[in-house]
């Protein structure tokens, strides 16, 4: 996707990092920031600087990275308070237990939380700790405090953890945090109150248990339309035949296999959507017969016979409702 269109050029981020080893991804976050040219700024916690440098963030932000309250620009100005200015989003990430639990109870005693406790604009956190810690009730309670002071709470991913533990605390990686941060301030909502279904990529039809009939089709478009339509603020149903693609953000995915099973998905769910998009592959033939067993190879020619698939498009326009879009 061409990144001059995301909305993020010009823009100005705070990014406060804490005491996680987690801490090394923010640095690739940030490098994808600014090759869309964001202005980003940072600051750590003291925690923060023995797992990174500070120097790693000056060296690609081009600018100074925050660590004290008290050191005072050369014109006197206090940091916390000028820093948030013209600011449109900040971000905490990695989140520790200990930072959450700091801000939803207006503590302000260190650099990142008297600048995130001073800003009024867009605030997200990214928590990133030991599964035990996050699952733990004192942790998920801060947690909901997050939302109710409208900071938005980026779910961690689950995974193997440095401790060695497997669950879910695991910081996602820089570009599920950059859809995120492109979701929060890059587009207009100009589509919010709109439900829209997606179909993407081909379909398969089993011919034995390892063969089948398939299309050339890669999904890219149908995923596309999916993160555009939902990062303008629509609810995106995204019905996909098997791709190597990654789901957008915020998009609730249903995976299908076959041409019956799309056709029932969209039967299923299509009353509901102000907006239709059908960008898949969807195979107009299938084999009549399926075999249980893998057919042999053999002597001569081998023939299939073929049936149509269920028309899609042609049941879509047939029972669309009064003011639906169908493309």
């Known amino acids: 996707m061409d990144i001059k269109k995301e909305g993020l050029e010009g823009k100005k981020i705070l990014i406060g990092i804490t ?95 008297s600048t995130f406790i001073a800003y009024n604009g867009k605030k997200m956190v990214a928590p990133a ?6 699952e733990n009730q004192i942790n998920q309670d801060n947690i909901k405090l997050c939302e109710k002071y409208g900071i938005k709470v980026i779910e961690p991913a689950e995974g193997r953890l440095a401790c060695g533990d497997t669950g879910k605390g695991k910081l996602p990686e820089p570009e599920f945090l950059l859809n995120e941060i492109i979701y929060e301030i890059g587009y207009k909502k100009d589509l919010n109150g709109k439900k829209i279904l997606i179909t993407a990529g081909p379909t398969q039809e089993a011919l034995d248990p390892v063969r089948y009939l398939t299309n050339h089709s890669t999904g890219k478009m149908g995923y596309a339309i999916a993160k555009v339509a939902s990062n303008r603020g629509a609810d995106v149903i995204l019905i996909s035949g098997p791709v190597n693609i990654a789901v957008p953000n915020h998009v609730k995915i249903i995976n299908i296999v076959s041409a019956k099973d799309m056709f029932e998905a969209v039967k299923k769910e299509y009353m509901n959507c102000d907006i239709i998009i059908k960008s898949a592959a969807v195979a107009d033939y299938r084999p009549k017969f399926y075999n249980e067993d893998k057919l042999k190879k053999k002597d001569g020619e081998l023939n299939i016979e073929l049936e149509k698939t269920d028309d899609i498009l042609k049941y879509l326009g047939e029972n669309k409702k009064e003011g639906q879009i169908l493309v």
Request: aromatic share 6%; with cysteine.
């Open 19 to 113: 005491g996680s080893i987690a801490a090394y991804k923010i640095a690739s976050l940030v490098s994808l920031l600014i090759k869309r040219k964001v202005d980003v700024h940072v600051i750590m916690t003291n925690n923060a600087t023995k797992f990174i440098s500070p120097l790693t963030f000056e060296t690609l932000t081009g600018n100074k990275v925050h660590t004290d309250t008290f050191d005072l620009s050369p014109d006197q100005s206090i940091h916390h308070i000028t820093l948030v200015k013209n600011c449109d989003l900040f971000l905490i990430a990695p989140a520790t237990a200990n930072i959450i639990a700091k801000i939803v109870h207006g503590i302000a005693d260190d650099m990142l939380t």
């Open 129 to 134: 700790m030991n599964c035990i810690m996050f």
